[in-house]
């Protein structure tokens, strides 16, 4: 079973997270999972990646992002991506979204692959009984995002268990 085992908050710089946008119609099997193999398959981390220092940006700037936005009354967002420095040219075939800086109220799912996913509800109040308000953007929508950090998430533990960071944007 999937637990929350830390939370904190983290500032963060003003970033351009740049990947390509999905939406429900965009699942396969009722995941995004099979886009997530196209960006492996394709290497588009790595080229994203390798016009800047990703260690450089921010501490887990490395980390590969799946980034959502919720409003209510209007679709919903995934993104698959990575987080550059303001300002990075975005290439042929991706978009962006400029965020300025911000805190991040941070929540670690600890568990096996696929009971860590679907958890952003549970982190945001865990988030909220901590203090932490989550906010949203100027144009009312929230942008939540997971965040996988070598190696908690790419490297199991002795039981099979790895661990996927849930972000939220909170007030500072």
């Known amino acids: 079973m999937a637990k929350i085992i830390r939370t904190y908050r983290q500032k963060v710089p003003a970033m351009r997270f740049i990947g390509r946008k999905y939406l429900d119609a965009d699942r396969v099997d009722g995941t995004f999972a099979a886009h997530w193999g196209e960006w492996f398959k394709q290497g588009w981390f790595e080229k994203l990646q390798s016009t800047f220092d ?25 993104w698959i991506g990575v987080f550059c420095p303001e300002g990075t040219p975005v290439p042929e075939g991706f978009l962006s979204v400029d965020f300025p800086p911000a805190t991040l109220g941070v929540a670690w799912v600890y568990g ?31 942008w939540f995002f997971e965040r996988y950090t070598c190696p908690r998430f790419t490297t199991p533990d002795e039981d099979g268990n790895v661990i996927l960071d849930i972000c939220q944007y909170v007030a500072s």
């Open 54 to 78: 990703p260690q450089a940006l921010y501490e887990d700037g490395d980390a590969t992002v799946g980034l959502m936005r919720w409003k209510e009354e209007e679709p919903f967002e995934y």
């Open 112 to 142: 096996k692959e696929p009971e860590i996913y679907g958890q952003e509800y549970e982190c945001a109040e865990t988030l909220k009984k901590q203090g932490m308000e989550i906010i949203s953007d100027e144009a009312g929508a929230y």
